[in-house]
């Protein structure tokens, strides 16, 4: 589980902040600072070239796209806090490897 979780953080959450924390459990979820901008998620190749086409031919705004792709944050967020809530036990507390 440590690693779906590790996995699924490093699809929004900075780098920086994965790194310096402790542990997994101490990525700071709370915090907008700690997300990456909404052009920087990781959302797949063929997901970001659909947005892309749909925008460009008028079907969303930009607007639109920016706020899939914030509810496509919220989810991950939502998603981690349930996998660290239900699945605490399995989860390392370990320092984290050097990556």
Known sequence: MRGFLRKLLTKFVHFTAIKNAESLLDV????????????DL?????TRQKLRQLESNGDISAFQRYQLLEAVIQFDVDTAKYVIKHFHSTISCSPMPNS
Not at 28 to 39: A, G, I, K, S
Not at 42 to 46: D, K, L, S, V, Y
Request: glycine share 6%; hydrophobic share 35%; charged share 20%.
């Open 42 to 46: 990781q959302i797949g190749f063929t």
């Open 28 to 39: 700071d979820l709370t915090h907008p600072d700690t997300f990456v901008d909404v052009q």
